[in-house]
């Protein structure tokens, strides 16, 4: 059962709606959302690209911006080495360019998911040396790489580290010891010591930090490089970073460029998945273009999305376009499948009593392993970890709940595990077979979740009667996107709603739609893509009385527009 809470943080909201020319809804529902404090309110609502943090202030900036300014002028041969997934797609492609631009001799390599492993390994290394490659730069990965950088140092080749991840550390009696790797230059927001103001940057946005800055450095236009903001924006998005200060500049700028990109990849990438003509927001991004390029890491190589994001000619783009989607509508279908699995293993098993939820599954591609993981979770609300065999032993991924950092949890069973690293939300982890039962109690032993943190929190921002819900009102909420983790869509609430003329429509008959009446007599069309047939059947159940969350809209059919509300959640 959900655990509804009404959110009621104050504030001057009448001083407020004055002095931003914003309604007082809109600036309680910006508080809510703790953006406290004049300057605060006004980035907010009106922040640009002006006002982004300069990346020379990132700790290892200054260093790696004079080795490659070096490398770029001595004509020595770099190595871009990225990641597998959306960000680190992004993220090679905004350094080729960037690079390009000043001259560089550059080329890039990404490792295959299953060959390779995530991050940077010695086979890449030993890849690179024997091309000649005189300097390797990581992005969205190497921070956790001290021994493999070690490798190609002795090698005598120049490394440098991009990453936005989480710095291991090993606990000891003093506390937390932390590790980095052997680097020329490690450039993370992360790391102890980094002055950089905002420490939630995805891997790609360090990357365009370091162009921004190399840029800058050699006297070039920096706003040569406003183009790079889209992927900047899909990378962040994508990887699920927080959507507030500099990522919520960033993204909303780049989603205005992503409306007339010039990338030929991407522009096929929109057309073939229907979202030309469409106000792209961070939801597309999120649940229809992002899933495309990181199909190509899961099941193809994830060189194929990069070259997308390079095609030069439209043909070569419309092909990639086609192929990408065709791999990850194939994805989807191979997920369904496991989820099914998934699901059984759960109900079928002693681990559904588990505050921690790990699934191991032999045969499911270890790509699959975070999507499926995700899937569980959202079902049933538990820190959720998917195991499957790889080539060296057990691989999986991990999806988290708010209040379960995965991350810090993997730390106290390192001695359990041959490689992991990630995020308080996610992690990824390898180990040898004969440890899985071993890491699932272990797990579960150190887990101090209590059953309050493991029910689902449904936060409410106001209770709205349906009088208020103008077009002015909706419009008025667009000042809020892009809206996405750490800047959620605002949640409104009514009580004593009858729902009336239910019924069940959409091609796959999954959507209801209704009539709804609020206690003050006011009418208003409803729609409820969650659970349809549940949600009719709970409405005859109840005379159609219940109290509902959900969020306005206008709906526009045959050139009429309509206001309605899409149901959320109801009880």
Same mark, same amino acid.
């Given at each position: ?372 993981? =995700? ?40 001695? $359990? ?59 008025? $909420? ?5 809206? =996405? ?87």
């Amino acid at each position: 059962m959900e655990r509804w809470v009404l959110l009621r943080k104050g504030a001057d909201f009448e001083a407020i709606s004055k002095k931003f020319h914003i309604s007082p809804r809109l600036a309680s529902l910006i508080r809510n959302r703790d953006v406290i404090g004049d300057e605060a309110i006004d980035q907010y609502l009106n922040g640009t690209i002006a006002e982004l943090y300069d990346g020379m202030q990132m700790k290892g900036m200054p260093q790696a911006v004079e080795i490659l300014t070096e490398k770029i002028r001595d004509r020595e041969k770099i190595r871009v080495i990225g990641d597998y997934d959306c960000d680190g797609i992004n993220a090679t492609y905004i350094l080729l360019e960037g690079l390009e631009k000043l001259g560089a001799k550059v080329d890039s390599d990404i490792p295959d998911r299953i060959k390779d492993g995530y991050g940077l390994n010695q086979h890449l290394i030993d890849r690179a040396h024997e091309d000649g490659i005189d300097t390797i730069i990581t992005c969205d990965n190497g921070i956790a790489a001290a021994k493999e950088i070690e490798y190609g140092k002795a090698l005598g080749m120049t490394i440098i580290v991009t990453d936005h991840h989480e710095v291991p550390y090993k606990e000891n009696e003093a506390g937390r010891r932390y590790i980095l790797p052997p680097a020329d230059a490690v450039v993370d927001p992360r790391q102890e010591g980094c002055e950089y103001p905002f420490k939630g940057l995805c891997g790609a946005a360090v990357a365009y930090k370091l162009v921004e800055a190399l840029c800058e450095a050699n006297g070039q236009d920096v706003a040569d490089l406003d183009y790079l903001l889209e992927n900047v924006a899909i990378a962040t998005v994508a990887d699920v970073m927080d959507l507030t200060e500099e990522n919520r500049i960033l993204v909303k700028q780049g989603l205005e460029m992503l409306k007339r990109t010039s990338n030929l990849g991407l522009r096929a990438l929109i057309q073939c998945i229907g979202l030309e003509g469409i106000k792209i927001q961070a939801y597309h991004i999120g649940f229809i273009l992002a899933p495309c390029l990181n199909a190509s890491g899961k099941l193809d190589t994830a060189k194929r999305a990069l070259a997308l994001l390079r095609a030069k000619t439209e043909r070569e783009a419309d092909m990639l376009a086609g192929d990408l989607k065709a791999l990850n509508e194939s994805r989807r279908d191979m997920t369904d499948r496991v989820v099914d699995e998934a699901m059984a293993k759960v109900e079928q098993t002693d681990i559904r009593g588990d505050k921690v939820l790990v699934i191991y599954l032999p045969d499911c591609h270890e790509s699959l392993a975070g999507l499926v993981a =995700g899937r569980v979770r959202e079902n049933y609300y538990r820190p959720v970890f998917v195991l499957t065999d790889s080539e060296d032993g057990v691989k999986g991924s991990g999806r988290s709940i708010e209040s379960y950092s995965m991350y810090e949890e993997l730390t106290g069973c390192g001695d $359990l595990l041959t490689k992991f690293g990630g995020h308080p939300m996610a992690a990824g982890l390898s180990l040898d077979k004969e440890n899985v039962e071993k890491f699932k109690r272990r797990l579960n032993d150190q887990c101090t979740l209590s059953e309050e943190e493991l029910t689902e929190k449904v936060v409410i921002d106001m209770e709205l009667p349906f009088a208020a819900i103008t077009e002015h009102f909706i419009e008025e $909420l667009e000042y809020m996107e892009p809206f =996405g983790k750490g800047n959620t869509k605002p949640v409104f609430a009514a009580r004593g709603v009858v729902m009336q003329h239910v019924k069940i429509i959409g091609k796959n008959k999954n959507v209801a739609k209704a009539t709804a009446i609020d206690a003050a007599g006011n009418r208003m069309e409803a729609i409820c893509f969650h659970d349809a047939q549940e949600f009719a059947e709970r409405c005859e159940r109840n005379n159609g009385k219940m109290s509902i969350t959900f969020y306005p809209g206008i709906n526009e059919f045959r050139g009429e527009r309509q206001i309605q509300i899409v149901i959320t959640h109801y009880r």
